[in-house]
């Protein structure tokens, strides 16, 4: 097991597919021991963002784009990572803090257990209360309707309605359930060639020679990115490709925009349409922008989009959902706090009794990150030999990863036990090892001052 601070980051890089030899180009630095908690979030974060870098680098480098000396560094400070991941909770408009979750998100008890529920955004809030038959939609009230039935029973009646609410389980009841089956049967990623196609930023005489950055396509133009993703995980996707110069264009229906301060926090860097797709105007402007389009970025749930006919010969689609699209829950919405609850993360951070949380929705940021790092290798993949392609992730992939994958704090692997005059001792073992030391003391503690006031003959 590989126990350096970039064995994530490495692991992370094979699975993408990347330049092994870059992974000697990053420089890890800022102070320890940020985003605290049982599981190795600041291994994930840091890694994600690492990978990020990476891929842009070496898209940086194959065309011939780096700067110079082609020895470009990617540089990944802890307080820089933790306070990322953490980005939403900094924000400020005008002083004002933003709203992080609404009155009705949140753990509730049933009468089995605990229910996690997302009610944001107006239509899963009516949706949630239409399903518990609440009226006034009052925290009092949701919290006595759902007291009333067990877990389960809240989690299938309010998804049944269009609302969102999951049960608690721990991991060994997650691992038992069929989707965290298929869920662990899976890679964290997958990266698929579906033809021959060319890339479509090459068809345009006006965009043929590559020059620029890493996301700028030929003749300096920035690369198309078109984005339909809500919330945290595909936003954060997208911000960071707007950041290496790609030209993001966002499209929300006009009955349901983003939510304000969530707009704020992820819109940095892109613009922003409302289009009616299931309107004739509508879908011509949509079919010509994604005609034009070199990448799509989509976060809805899986299938949702589908009736709008995506696939366009050499573009490069990058699918992101919650649980995956596949199993029992492959058409479910879902968020990072109920993906939290749902596969034992919530308890392993705190207890069936008493759920926790990580210190950072980080699902959300690292698959972001990680997806950003994703649409730059099929890029760079795609400029060596062509092809439409489609990469997919979700966050409850990346909770299994960061839950099963990588090495965590667990304090009994350094204990160790032995008999003695003061009988069964349990102990820490010492830290202090190198090659043909020794792996732990002599001698147990004896009786305090039974011992001669000798050196040890056996010495």
Partial sequence: MDLTVGGATERLWTMLGGDPALLDRVAYGGPSGLLPA????????????????????????????????????????????????????????????????APLSRFWRARDGWVRTHANYPHHRAALTAALGVPDASVQAVEAAIAERAAVEVETAVYAAGGLAVALRTPEEWAAHEQGREVAARPLLTGERLDD????????????????GPLTGPGGHPLRVLDLTRVIAGPVATRTLALLGA??????????????????????????????????????????????????????RPGAL?????????????????????????????????????????TTEGSPERPGALPAQALDHGTGYLLAAAVL????????????????????????WLATALPRYEPERYLTETDGPLGLLRYARSPVTYDGGPADWSRPPGVAGADAPVWDREV
């Fill in 38 to 101: 049982r599981l190795p979030v600041m291994d994930l974060a840091r890694a994600t963002v690492a990978v990020a870098g990476l891929a842009a680098v070496e898209r940086q480098c194959g065309r011939g784009t780096a700067p110079a000396g082609t020895g470009a560094l990617v540089r990944v400070d802890d307080g820089a990572v933790a306070t990322a991941f953490v980005s939403e909770r900094h924000l400020r408009i005008d002083g004002r803090a933003p709203v992080a979750f």
């Fill in 306 to 346: 589908d009736r709008f006919g995506l696939h366009r010969p050499g573009l490069v689609t990058a699918r992101l959902s919650a649980w995956g699209d596949y199993g029992p829950w492959g058409e479910r919405r879902g968020f990072d706090s109920l993906v939290q609850a749902a596969t034992g993360i919530a």
């Fill in 197 to 212: 196609a060319a890339p479509r930023r090459y068809a345009g005489g006006a965009r043929r020679a590559p020059s620029g």
């Fill in 247 to 300: 030209d993001v264009l966002r499209v929300d229906p006009p009955g349901r925009p983003e939510l304000p301060d969530q707009h704020a926090e992820t819109g940095v860097g892109k613009r922003t349409t409302a289009l009616d797709l299931d309107s004739p105007s509508g879908r011509r402007a949509f079919d010509g922008l994604l005609d034009a389009a070199d990448v799509l970025v989509t976060g809805y």
């Fill in 377 to 400: 290798r099929a890029l760079t993949d795609q400029d060596r030999e062509g092809g439409t392609r489609l990469v997919r992730l979700a966050l409850a992939q990346t909770g299994h």
